[in-house]
């Protein structure tokens, strides 16, 4: 089955205390990204990637690293969360093959910071 | 700065047609795209305009007009499962910037 898939679905972690979520695509797709979602403000776009070894920053990318090894995963790095990262998460893949590829979302990473 | 609009919330009845408007203003354009957002679900693709008219798909429909920065998204024949959040998302080169969302809510 065709998916994006990210792990863990719920993290609970403390300031300070380095985490991973990672994504991985089965597409094939060339175009992954990474986005938070806050109440009241939409989805927001913090890193996007169009290739191995691409990536580039999006709109909020501050306090988020990422990397591109390999061109199935796709993971998002929180050297030392704060309580202001406590957000619903979402990677996201697309063919890009032009620009009408449409995002296919992962199930989302819901992360508290305490 | 990258400004995209939506209503916060509407409110429909089944069997009905609701129009959930998008304008957008941002540094450059390479399509519009609408997503539909259960609670708690992850959003899934629903249609993509990226020149102007209408696009139909079954029950959905999205227009677009470039000149005038708006689209909107039509839904016919309302249903229950209709319930759920509309997302308007316009694709500048390689970022993505999107709306807050429309919460619309199907009553019977």
């Known amino acids: 089955e065709a998916q994006v898939t990210q792990n863990p679905r719920y993290l609970i972690t403390v300031t300070g205390k380095k985490l991973t979520v990672t994504c991985s695509q089965n597409?094939?797709?060339?175009?992954m990204s990474w986005y938070r979602q806050d109440p009241g403000l939409g989805l927001r776009q913090i890193y996007y990637?169009?290739?191995?070894?691409?990536?580039d920053k999006g709109d909020v990318p501050e306090g988020y690293k990422v990397s591109r090894k390999e061109k199935r995963n796709f993971p998002l790095i929180l050297e030392s969360p704060s309580p202001n990262q406590t957000s619903l998460y979402f990677c996201?893949?697309?063919?890009?093959?032009?620009?009408?590829?449409?995002?296919?979302f992962g199930n989302g990473t819901r992360l508290t910071v305490t | 700065g990258q400004n995209i609009d939506q209503p916060t919330e509407m409110t429909a009845t089944e069997g009905a047609i609701v129009q959930i408007n998008c304008t957008y203003q941002t540094s450059g354009f390479n399509g519009l795209f609408w997503y539909q957002q259960h609670a708690g679900e992850a959003p899934t693709f629903l249609s993509y305009n990226v020149l102007d008219g209408l696009e139909e798909k079954g029950r959905f429909s999205s227009f677009l007009s470039r000149s005038k920065g708006y689209s909107y998204l039509l839904l016919k024949e309302l249903q229950m499962k209709d319930s759920a959040s509309y997302l308007c998302?316009?694709?500048?080169?390689?970022?993505?910037?999107f709306g807050s969302g429309t919460k619309l809510n199907v009553k019977p």
């Open positions: 996201a893949s697309s063919l890009d093959r032009g620009g009408n590829s449409p995002l296919h």
């Open positions: 597409m094939n797709h060339e175009y």
């Open positions: 998302a316009v694709r500048d080169f390689n970022k993505f910037y």
């Open positions: 990637s169009m290739n191995v070894e691409v990536t």
